[in-house]
């Protein structure tokens, strides 16, 4: 009477079958497993229709004898649907040692499989991580040692070739410090629409003008604790992973709102990660594009995936790395011929913005440089300086926090105007430019539609270079002290 309460309540999926498989007896839960509604129904399958594959059967019962033998197994329920369990068994032998009788249970594992799948997976984009870390480590003298000794005054193809080289080269290096989570950030409060506004420019530059751009910005939006120059990173990543889903035409939306996850309003975000109940802004990324199917969406973190000819597959790898190492959180909503939308939820900080903004000002001139500084210093601004176009890039790459503002010469020795702002507009996209010329002819006006960058002309008035300046920065110039923004003189320089 015990065996049989026994048989009839325990968990596993218990059951009693021949060696031909002909169903004796089973339990409640074995019924439940399967979807079977009776055990009468159960007997009139056998156990042969609960396998895949008849040989793995047949193996198994070989297998049999008096200890029992465990295996793991993919078997079928009655409705078709698939399942892994872990089978256990028993033979029960007559005196000529012919198998008689089988006794055996099975213990579903199918979220268990899952689970260890995932550990399997995560330990291995540990390692991708670690040697992903490692060899961007390396990449750093190999690049300064490169770039130095490049002659930046010849324009030979060849050497423009290197230096094409040499600045893919550190894209990449900063694409695998993102996906390795070894990069060092600057975390500090942020309001995501002003970053948006002045990314205006460079999300022009970047899609085509047949492509629609819409900006939809809560007004109350919170502040959040992040490294502003890797975020400026996603959003260019997001901005190109959408101009290719786009080739021709399209919309694409910046929509930024404050967002409260309760448990009771759980979301899954990337590789299943559940978004933890608290307090976050959130920054939807989406286009109208070709979408992607649930393989492509469910793979497309993975390092070196990609379904683009050319790239390496470190792009969205190297977002989800960021967002992670920022304590955020990223999902994807996609569908073939239905767009993609990118949902990023950063936590919330209480803490006070910065309205501090920093100009990068490059002036061969040392007196004008100078008066320059010591002007833009009085108004407000925190500023840096440089003689030509190598010392600033020299000096950007040593300054930890943001540049907003680069100004600097058209013309100058070793770099001109525009190649410096093309190669930190590289690391830093939100950068606003302000050319100072003598002259603004036609090949001039070229250049400054292709960066969207604005032109003082020489000799200058510093208060027509800061009202170009404040138009720049529009909204977080605005919340400067008025008595700081108008201390600008009209000292002719």
């Known amino acids: 009477m015990d065996y049989q309460r026994f048989f009839e309540f325990t968990p596993a999926a218990s059951y009693i079958a021949t060696p031909d498989g002909v169903i004796v007896g ?12 009776s055990v009468e129904e159960a007997q009139a399958h056998g156990m042969a229709s609960l396998y895949l594959d008849q040989q793995t059967l047949a193996d198994f019962v070989k297998r049999l004898g008096v200890p029992p033998v465990y295996a793991d197994q993919e078997l079928r329920r009655v409705d078709g649907s698939h399942l892994h369990a872990l089978a256990g068994a028993v033979g029960i032998f007559d005196q000529q040692q012919q198998l008689v009788q089988i006794t055996g249970f099975f213990l579903e594992e199918s979220q268990l499989r899952a689970s260890r799948q995932g550990l399997y997976e995560a330990l291995r984009i540990e390692a991708l991580e670690r040697l992903a870390g490692n060899i961007a480590v390396n990449f750093d003298d190999l690049l300064w040692i490169a770039g130095d000794r490049l002659p930046a005054s010849d324009s030979g193809l060849l050497l423009a070739r290197m230096r094409e080289t040499v600045r893919s080269a550190s894209l990449l290096r900063q694409r695998l410090l993102a996906f390795s989570r070894m990069q060092m950030l600057q975390p500090a409060p942020l309001h995501l629409n002003t970053l948006l506004t002045r990314l205006g420019a460079m999300i022009s530059r970047t899609l085509s003008t047949e492509i629609e751009i819409v900006f939809d910005l809560a007004r109350d939006l919170g502040a959040t604790m992040v490294d502003q120059v890797q975020l400026e990173q996603i959003i260019l990543e997001l901005v190109e992973n959408a101009r290719d889903a786009m080739p021709l035409s399209g919309r694409m939306v910046f929509k930024t709102e404050n967002v409260t996850i309760t448990r009771n309003s759980a979301c899954q975000s990337a590789h299943d990660d559940l978004v933890p109940p608290g307090d976050y802004t959130l920054l939807s990324v989406g286009d109208n594009g070709i979408g992607m199917d649930d393989p492509t969406r469910e793979r497309a973190f993975e390092p070196f995936f990609g379904t683009k000819w050319l790239g390496r597959g470190l792009g969205l790898s190297a977002v989800h790395g960021i967002v992670k190492q920022s304590r955020g959180f990223i999902h994807i909503e996609s569908a073939p011929d239905e767009g993609t939308t990118f949902l990023i939820y950063l936590p919330r900080t209480e803490q006070e913005v910065s309205c ?7 002036e061969g001139d040392e007196f004008l440089r100078r008066q320059m500084r010591e002007h833009f210093k009085r108004c407000g601004y925190a500023v840096l300086v440089a003689s ?6 020299k000096v950007a790459a040593g300054h930890e926090g943001q540049i907003d503002v680069l100004v600097t010469e ?9 190649e410096l702002a ?14 100072l010329s003598p002259t603004v002819g036609p090949h001039v006006g070229n250049l400054v539609e292709h960066l969207r960058a604005n032109v003082v002309a020489k000799p200058l008035l510093l208060s027509a270079l800061a009202a ?16 700081l923004i108008n201390e600008t003189g009209g000292t002719n320089v």
């Not at 501090?356 to 490059?362: D, E, G, K, P, S």
């Not at 030509?388 to 890039?393: I, K, P, Q």
């Open 422 to 435: 093309q190669r930190l507009l590289m690391v830093r996209p939100s950068l606003q430019i302000v050319f």
């Open 26 to 37: 089973c339990n409640p839960a074995f019924l439940r497993l399967f979807g079977f509604r």
């Open 388 to 393: 030509n176009g190598l010392e600033a890039c």
């Open 468 to 483: 170009t300046i404040s138009a720049l920065l529009g909204p977080r110039e605005a919340s400067k002290p008025s008595s």
């Open 356 to 362: 501090r903004v920093t100009l990068l000002i490059v």
């Open 410 to 418: 058209l013309v100058m020795q070793h770099m001109i105007g525009p």
